[in-house]
């Protein structure tokens, strides 16, 4: 539990230690009133810290789509198109975290756009791209961000993989893999695992 809400326990026990002597010599109406705008005022919080409680925001639809683009695997494009919703408060930024792969990654855009230097760290072999809005969006309201970025010498083997972490609050999942005419594809399987175990 996060400070802020201990304090504000805190505060709600103060409160009931404060209506005893009220209490003590009102009659029987004010006791009632008191009563139910104190459980009214409780139920607020608890369902304010409910709302709060989850990720600030859910991803609505997650959308890969790898497109390798020659026969030996030198050049591939991966584009992420990430539709969210905010949950609460307001949100000013969102970051794609750990890209990786096997081979050089490069050629990162955001919306179209190259993101600033600020807006691209690296970390050993990751990489994280943030997305800054123009505007906050607000509790409610939707965005959509497209990620992507080229990777080179990524998929030269015959049997390579595709992997994705799935965050909680993601709702839609949509993986697409796309490959050149003189390459063709012999078998394809897909492996959910989720806490490490493989999900039949």
Not at 152 to 174: C, M, Q, W, Y
Request: aromatic share 10%; glycine share 8%; net charge negative.
């Amino acid at each position: 539990m996060s400070t802020d809400r201990k304090i504000a326990w805190f505060g709600i026990g103060l409160s009931v230690l404060g209506l005893i002597p009220i209490f003590r010599d009102a009659n029987v109406q004010i006791i009632v009133a008191y009563c139910l705008l104190f459980f009214a005022l409780v139920g607020f919080f608890l369902y304010a810290a409910y709302r709060t409680s989850g990720p600030q925001y859910t991803t609505l639809s997650l959308k890969k789509e790898l497109e390798i683009e020659d026969r030996e695997g030198h050049l591939s494009h991966l584009k992420r198109i990430q539709r969210i919703r905010v949950n609460y408060g307001s949100v000013e930024e969102i970051w794609c975290r750990g890209i990786y792969a096997d081979g050089k990654i490069d050629n990162f855009s955001v919306d179209g756009a190259a993101p600033p230097t600020h807006d691209r760290i690296e970390s050993g072999h990751t990489v994280s791209l943030r997305k800054r809005f123009p505007e906050a969006i607000f509790s409610g309201h939707e965005a959509t961000v497209e990620w992507s970025y080229d990777l080179h010498d990524s998929f030269p083997n015959s049997h390579e993989a595709l992997e994705s972490d799935i965050r909680h609050g993601t709702r839609k999942v949509e993986l697409t893999v796309l490959l050149p005419t003189d390459r063709l594809c012999i078998k394809a399987s897909m492996h959910l695992l989720a806490g490490g175990d493989e999900i039949v």
